[in-house]
Nanobody
């Protein structure tokens, strides 16, 4: 397993942008597929985006396609989530996740999770 620490959350107005970061530590951190989930108050945690270990294929939830972009820098063991065109419905705690492959991340079958970072979008 790897240790994950998220950062970059905050308060932003609708239509604004934020970039989340997730730093992974551990000897094999760069070999994991990684991704983002979010959980809004009173709702279940939902998948947002994922990326393979080699910055290849990505996967996005329909609700964020065209607005969010996931990327990673293996030299820094860090993934990013660039969020543009934010809407109030994007308000949630965002969690970073890591797993052995992309499908495991998308399914939420991750053995490693970060502590979460709050994103609040005001209308």
């Amino acid at each position: 397993q790897v240790q994950l620490i998220e950062s970059g959350g905050g308060l932003v107005q609708a239509g604004g942008s934020l970039r989340l970061s997730c730093a992974a530590s551990g000897r094999t951190a760069s070999s994991y597929a990684m991704g983002w989930f979010r959980q809004a108050p009173g709702k279940e945690r939902e998948f947002v985006a994922a990326i393979t270990w080699n910055t290849g294929p990505t996967s996005y939830a329909d609700s964020v396609k065209g607005r969010f972009t996931i990327s990673r820098d293996n030299a820094k063991n860090t993934i990013y989530l660039q969020m543009n065109g934010l809407i109030p419905e994007d308000t949630a705690v965002y969690y970073c996740a890591a797993a052995g492959n992309l499908l495991m991340v998308v399914r939420g079958s991750s053995g490693s999770w970060g502590q979460g970072t709050q994103v609040t979008v005001s209308s």
